[in-house]
């Protein structure tokens, strides 16, 4: 059974009541709560963004902290950061944060452990498109910097309000100056969370290849347009290997979690980066994923619970 660590249980309940206080969002937590966040799921408003807060963001947390504890496993992240105290998180779509307090649930639980005994510091860079998730996002992040100071742990934050593609020169941009300002040559360890964000890749490459065939349909020869993706998953992959060569990445962690009915286009995204990087003299390692399923303890303050 899952637990998160008890500083992300009240970081948690700490958000959902300065949710509840704000005006716009009266009574978003409510019975029927579950039926109103799968009609506003893609919509980019405040409510959306609280709903899927209250109702899906602790399962969504939960997959990726027990990926990096079971899949990665806490004995191999240990291993990385032994001598290291300076990390980067890189959060796609970030979901209000899902991944990167797992990630802090992870390095909490390594120093309780004393797995990690020397200070750390994690940059972190959250990229979303959805000002509102944004907004939850930095709520916890800042709160969670006071709670981990006794740990000598620091966080500091860049928030990126672009989508995924459009944040990828302003993403190099901030890893650069995170260099720099660490003073180092490159960046020893960076971890790139794509959590739940394979559903929207998929519809943008099946946006596109929907408008190939109309093309097609409309007499233009194939051979004569131009094919941005061969497959799916090969632009992000593009964009991630031009990350960690423009940026110095000396190790790029790339974890792709996607929601039930979305595994096939998991597999394809990791085969893509795996050709990206392979084609271009990186060492490629891949960790045994598949499907997994996950019991939790549900946090107070949660719909679930509630």
């Not at 240990?78 to 290291?84: P, R, V």
């Amino acid at each position: 059974m899952f637990k998160f660590h008890p500083i992300i249980h009240t970081i948690y309940k700490e958000v959902q009541e300065w949710l509840s206080s704000r005006n716009e969002l009266q009574n978003y937590r409510n019975n029927n709560a579950l039926s109103k966040v799968k009609k506003k799921l893609t919509e980019e408003t405040f409510e959306s963004a609280a709903l899927q807060y209250y109702v899906l963001f602790p399962a969504h947390s939960t997959k990726v902290a027990f990926t990096l504890e079971t899949v990665i496993s806490h004995d191999s992240i240990a291993q990385w950061l032994k001598h290291n105290s300076q990390i980067t998180v890189i959060d796609i779509g970030c979901g209000a944060g899902a991944a990167s307090v797992a990630f802090v649930d992870c390095l909490l639980k390594l120093k309780d452990a004393g797995r990690i005994d020397h200070p750390i510091c994690v940059h972190f860079m959250a990229i979303d498109p959805n000002k509102y998730a944004i907004a939850i996002y930095y709520q916890q992040l800042e709160r969670l910097k006071s709670k981990v100071k006794e740990y000598d742990f620091d966080i500091t934050l860049k928030l990126i309000t672009e989508s995924d593609l459009r944040a990828v020169n302003e993403l190099r941009e901030e890893l650069n100056r995170q260099k720099g300002k660490w003073t180092v040559p490159c960046l020893a360890h960076t971890f790139l969370f794509q959590a739940n964000v394979v559903s929207p890749f998929s519809t943008r490459y099946n946006e596109t290849e929907a408008k190939r065939q109309q093309l097609v349909a409309l007499g233009i020869p194939s051979e004569e347009l131009s094919k941005t993706q061969n497959m799916f998953g090969k632009e992000e992959a593009t964009a991630y290997k031009q990350i960690l060569e423009n940026a110095t990445i000396d190790n790029l962690h790339i974890i792709t979690v996607g929601t039930e009915g979305f595994e096939q286009y998991v597999s394809e995204l990791a085969l893509a980066i795996d050709m990206e990087f392979k084609d271009n003299n990186h060492i490629v390692a891949r960790a045994n994923g598949g499907e997994l399923s996950v019991e939790y303890v549900i946090p107070e303050t949660c719909y679930w619970k509630e």
